[in-house]
């Protein structure tokens, strides 16, 4: 569901063209529906309105200030995994206390910056992570609240960079050693255990490897009890898919429906961490066509986007839809390319498209998850413009960076 569509040939996001925003900024540039986020956000929030619950947006998918701001208008938290993201968070608004924090690598500055700040809690990803925590909050005299993130060593049936509960996967405690681990961890003097976290991938449209992700911990939340480790927090992650082609993904009413019974009788409070849900089909990234090139076994249509822009079709072959955002009569076969100096610099391959030409708009759809949050400065391109649509408004909430951008920080004179 997003609020982007064609009316009488022209592509409108709400309701504006598409055309007469990319007349206004230039391209390339990312454009967002308000309106997508924040019904994306409320359709998780209703979905278990039956249980003690806090959504916290995973900024990793799209950390952008005015995506982040519509979110905590919502009252939504954050899951945050640098002391980046918890600047941005905070900038925002976002309430410390509904800031959770996962990663493997914190460091004591990033682990101090959250303390002081008062979070609500921390992912920790392993036992020498806890053993830091702990020093860290020692020295500042406070109480860290942590949850241990449990890898369940289920495979979420996704892309292989994008699974992250199987055992051979760097993230989390393995289940076999959850248990050792929480006692352990319970000894820890500045810590406090009450939470069990998991995330097992992105992009996930079935629900089964969740369900049998909830049957593991809540056993391992039963096996704690007799150490008095009393988990009151259940984190169950991000990764609900979108429609990117042609995927049914559950809806988070359908999620709800199957889990809400295994958490209901807990009586715990249920985090989640959703991202691409929220965002994904959020966003399209708007690009001009440079030229048509005839190669000598295909057609290429050259965009002045690139993979610095949008990485996914090149590091996960992610497919995404590729529209002119004006139609025109006539067809044709071919690769939507980048101009960058990579044969990975593609937006689609052998796509059929309206016969378009030199100066015409084409637009990347569900571009709106990890697409500007991935984006880079490669061959030295400035990253594009980033623009908010709210019904018959637009915003431009981040301006194409300029060429002295690409100097900042650099001391050469
Ligand atoms: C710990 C954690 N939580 C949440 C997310 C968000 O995932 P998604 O965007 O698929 O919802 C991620 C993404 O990698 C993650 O690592």
Known sequence: MHYFGFKKGELYCENIRVRDI???????????????????????????????????????????????????????GADIVSGGELYKALEAGIAPGKIVYAGVGKTKEEMAAALKNNIFMFNLESLPEAVRLNAVAGKLKKIAEVAIRVNPDVDADTHRYITTGKKENKFGVNISKAGEVFRTVAGLKNLKVSGIHTHIGSQITNIEPYVLTLKKIIALRQELLPAGINISRLNIGGGLGIIYKNE????????????????????????????????????????????????????YIILDAGMNDLIR????????????????????????????????????????????????????MSAGAYGFSMASNYNCRRKPAEVLVAGSKFKVVRRRESFEDLLKGEVYK
């Open 22 to 76: 990319a007349k206004k900024t230039g391209t390339p540039v990312y454009i967002y529906s308000k309106r997508t986020v924040i019904e994306h956000f409320q359709k998780i929030d209703a979905a278990f309105f039956e249980v003690d619950h806090l959504i916290c947006y995973s900024l990793k998918a799209n950390a952008s200030m005015g995506i982040i701001k519509t979110l905590q208008q919502e009252g939504c």
């Open 248 to 299: 049914t993904p559950a809806t988070p009413a359908e999620f709800a429906k199957r889990v809400l019974p295994l958490l209901k009788p807990l009586g715990v409070k249920v985090i989640l961490e959703p991202g691409r849900f929220i965002v994904g089909n959020a966003g399209i990234l708007v690009s001009e066509v440079q030229y048509i090139k005839k190669g000598e076994v295909k057609n």
């Open 313 to 364: 079709p090149s590091l996960y072959e992610a497919f995404h839809e590729i529209v002119a955002v004006k139609k025109t009569a006539g067809r044709f076969k071919a690769d939507v390319v980048g101009p960058i100096c990579e044969s990975g610099d593609f937006f689609g391959k052998g796509r059929i498209l309206p016969k378009v030409k030199e100066g015409d708009l084409i637009a990347v």
